[in-house]
């Protein structure tokens, strides 16, 4: 599992609340990236990490921030949580260390916003 | 048109029975990934491949660079290969962040 884990696994919300999802990883990986999953839809990429304090964009980035001040740590921010913001969120790194060179996936947070 | 397909959605089979997933995908793509997704939610990588074909004891999986497909295959199918298995492509260069485009899956049951 490449040392991943996310706080918290579950979470219920109410709408215009504050979240902070947490990806944590022990082994020092570089580039790091949040997913959301959603029925109908697979997996999209809601933004990823290259370095320390250095963040980008994916495909479906609006309504979320990230922050990354240390290598272990990359969190997912819902400023004003809405109700299509409920969904699985996944936190993935890149292994580039050797081969293969794959993504690993986190377990996963259910996150429901009323 | 999601720029990742994949068929078939849904796939019930037998144990023992040959599997074929297929993936076709619409962009240059510097990889393609085969993962599966366990019913209790967790993902795991199975396969990298940018050409040719790989396998991991009964699982097989080819890519036609030229003709944008890929399939995956599952020999002597079991029980516990029922997930869902989904095919994410890799854009942009090998070096550098990598970003994946994912299908939306192909859910797996195979029956005893």
């Known amino acids: 599992d490449a040392g991943i884990t996310q706080s918290p696994r579950h979470k219920v919300t109410e709408t215009g609340t504050p979240v902070t999802l947490r990806c944590h990883q022990t082994?020092?990986?570089?580039?790091m990236y949040w997913y959301r999953q959603d029925p109908g839809h697979g997996l999209r990429l809601i933004h990823y990490?290259?370095?320390?304090?250095?963040?980008d964009k994916g495909e479906v980035s609006d309504g979320y921030s990230v922050s990354r001040s240390k290598t272990e740590d990359f969190l997912l921010t819902l400023e004003s949580a809405t109700s299509s913001q409920t969904s699985v969120y996944f936190c993935?790194?890149?292994?580039?260390?050797?081969?293969?060179?794959?993504?690993?996936f986190g377990p996963g947070t259910r996150l429901t916003v009323l | 048109k999601n720029e990742v397909e994949q068929s078939p959605q849904n796939l019930t089979a037998q144990e023992g029975e040959f599997i074929t997933i297929n993936c076709s995908y619409s962009?240059?793509?510097?990889?393609l990934h085969w993962l599966q997704q366990h019913p209790g939610g967790g993902i795991v990588s199975l396969f990298m491949?940018?050409?040719g074909k790989k396998k991991h004891g009964r699982l097989i999986a080819t890519i036609n660079i030229q003709e944008k497909h890929s399939s995956l295959h599952i020999t002597a199918s079991h029980p516990r290969d029922s997930a869902v298995y989904i095919c994410?492509?890799?854009?942009?260069?090998?070096?550098?962040?990598?970003?994946?485009?994912f299908g939306q899956g192909t859910r797996l049951t195979i029956n005893p």
């Open positions: 990490s290259y370095g320390v304090k250095d963040t």
């Open positions: 994410a492509v890799r854009l942009g260069p090998i070096q550098g962040a990598q970003k994946l485009v």
């Open positions: 491949l940018s050409s």
């Open positions: 993935a790194i890149r292994a580039t260390s050797g081969p293969p060179d794959e993504q690993f």
């Open positions: 962009v240059g793509i510097s990889a």
């Open positions: 082994e020092n990986h570089r580039y």
